[in-house]
């Protein structure tokens, strides 16, 4: 099987060699040629880790050995073994995506990358070891040092804005044990962090390296395939509770950023599984809702900070993705995303926009329309939901309210509620004093829902990584490394 870019560029190489490589020559993404046939009624009677083995290997036919990856990846790292587990909640059902080590759905694929890349590694023979460079406004950087942390021939480094995380989040990265894992803070906001990344990238380009540098954002195969799994393994337990037959179909909503879980759904049905209708949930930062309502994706506009942090994006870059997968055309993806670069926006041709309308349903709602439905969902049926969630439950309702869609339909839930202790409580009416560590435990104690291992843990911890500098040094500092 094949590998080729979005955009149409002369790369074509093999899979092991795509998550390798992260980004095609021309800027465009990877995808295969052509999708794979998969026997996905077969798949449907597996476990999880061995739906996750199929899945991967029928993308990535040339790393071998993927039931021992997946074992290393997954086994006695998740709170159970069927890794994500589904909850009926009211007519809906969650997928609970954060019962991974960082509470967060990132760990899910982040688990397995690092297995991929060494994997890939050994298969091309490289030699060098690879350094992996991320900036993160929060929940990547964990996940990320979480994944990498002790794999050999693997080096991360996390650099995050100084202030510009949660108090959880930068204690859960401070704290990060590993011989061949360093954490830095950078005086800025995050996109001075990314920035500095990108610029280390090109400095780097042409130079002799002591290594290879890599990033672990969703951009890279590696990253998406390890999440179709888990569309799979919604399915089957709506089936396993008679909730639907062979063959029905079943709804998503998606709290969705950069368009990678969501087109990991999409991928999903191109392998055979009923998905119905694919709801892409949204905050404030609605560029995605007026997309797939108008045709025209609009980046020239205000990012908000909000109560979901994880979704405050304007540029979400899987979507080039679904806009090959869609149109099969490499030269109109390649115009579109030239102006959206150069303008700032682009409008897709009426028959590709009603392809998209035909598959995606879009929703949004800003914070206090996301605390609502925190509220709501507690009140009601005793469930609590993280901020990102409540954007995936009200987009759900908002659906069926506007569709009467009678379809199944599964909330992707993306983050443990004392991720977000502050703005959870203050949701269902608690009191918001102390800090974030206080304010987790008078949510346990408010609730009842037993606060996540990793995290109950986090406020002993040494900190281990204390370095702040300055945006200029960045470079540097992963030159000493
Ligand atoms: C990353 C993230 C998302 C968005 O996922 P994408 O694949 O980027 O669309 C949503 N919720 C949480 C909690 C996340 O960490």
Not at 71 to 85: H, I
Not at 136 to 165: E, H, M, N, W
Not at 247 to 256: I, Q
Not at 434 to 458: C, W, Y
Request: charged share 20%.
């Amino acid at each position: 099987m094949q590998y080729h870019s979005t955009r149409g560029g002369s790369d074509r190489l093999d899979s092991a060699a795509a998550v390798l490589q992260g980004l095609a020559q021309d800027g465009g993404l990877f995808l295969p040629v052509e999708i794979p046939a998969f026997d996905w009624k077969t798949c449907l009677t597996y476990d999880t880790k061995k739906m996750a083995e199929k899945i991967l290997s029928v993308f990535l036919p040339d790393i071998p050995q993927m039931d021992i990856l997946v074992d290393k990846a997954y086994t006695g790292k998740f709170e159970t073994e069927e890794l994500t587990p589904t909850v009926p909640v009211g007519d809906f059902t969650v997928l609970e995506l954060f019962r991974g080590p960082t509470s967060a759905f990132k760990d899910v694929a982040l688990s397995m990358l690092p297995q991929l890349m060494t994997a890939a590694k050994t298969q091309k023979g490289m030699e060098e070891d690879i350094l992996i460079l991320t900036a993160t406004s929060g929940d990547t950087g964990k996940a990320a040092l979480v994944g990498f942390q002790d794999v050999p021939g693997i080096r991360i480094c996390v650099f995050y804005p100084d202030g510009g995380v949660s108090q959880v989040q930068r204690r859960q990265m401070v704290s990060q044990e590993g011989k061949n894992v360093t954490v830095c803070a950078v005086r800025g906001n995050f996109d001075d962090a990314q920035t500095g990344v990108k610029n280390i990238f090109a400095a780097c380009r042409d130079k002799e390296m002591p290594f290879a540098l890599s990033s672990a954002n969703s951009i890279n195969i590696g990253r998406l395939v390890p999440q179709i799994t888990y569309y799979f393994k919604a399915y089957q337990d709506l089936l396993s509770r008679n909730r639907i037959q062979l063959g029905d179909p079943v709804n998503f909503s998606v709290p969705t950023g950069n368009f990678g879980d969501i087109l990991a759904g999409y991928l999903a049905k191109l392998l055979g599984l009923p998905v119905g209708k694919l709801i892409c949930a949204s905050n404030a930062n609605n560029v995605l809702t007026d997309f797939i309502r108008t045709g025209t994706y609009d980046r020239r506009r205000p990012l908000y900070k909000t109560a979901s942090p994880s979704m405050d994006i304007l540029v979400s870059s899987n979507l080039e993705r679904l806009l090959y997968l869609m149109s099969g055309d490499t030269a109109l993806v390649a115009e579109l995303m030239d102006k959206l670069n150069r303008e700032g926006a682009y409008t897709v041709p009426e028959s590709l926009l009603s392809q998209i309308q035909s598959q995606f349903w879009a929703g949004c709602c800003d914070d206090a329309g996301a605390a609502a439905a925190i509220c709501r969902v507690w009140e009601k049926h005793r469930y609590l939901c993280d901020t990102h969630t409540a954007a995936g439950w009200a987009a759900a309702e908002d659906y069926v309210n506007q569709t009467g869609d009678k379809t199944p339909m599964v909330v992707l839930s993306t983050a443990s509620p004392y991720k977000f202790p502050a703005a959870v409580l203050s949701a269902i009416g608690g009191d918001t004093a102390g800090d974030e560590f206080t304010q987790m435990e008078r949510l346990e104690s408010i609730t009842g829902v037993k606060i996540p291992e990793n995290l109950a843990g986090l406020r002993q911890k040494p900190e281990r990584h204390t370095k702040v500098i300055a945006k200029e040094e960045m470079l540097d500092f992963v030159l000493m490394l």
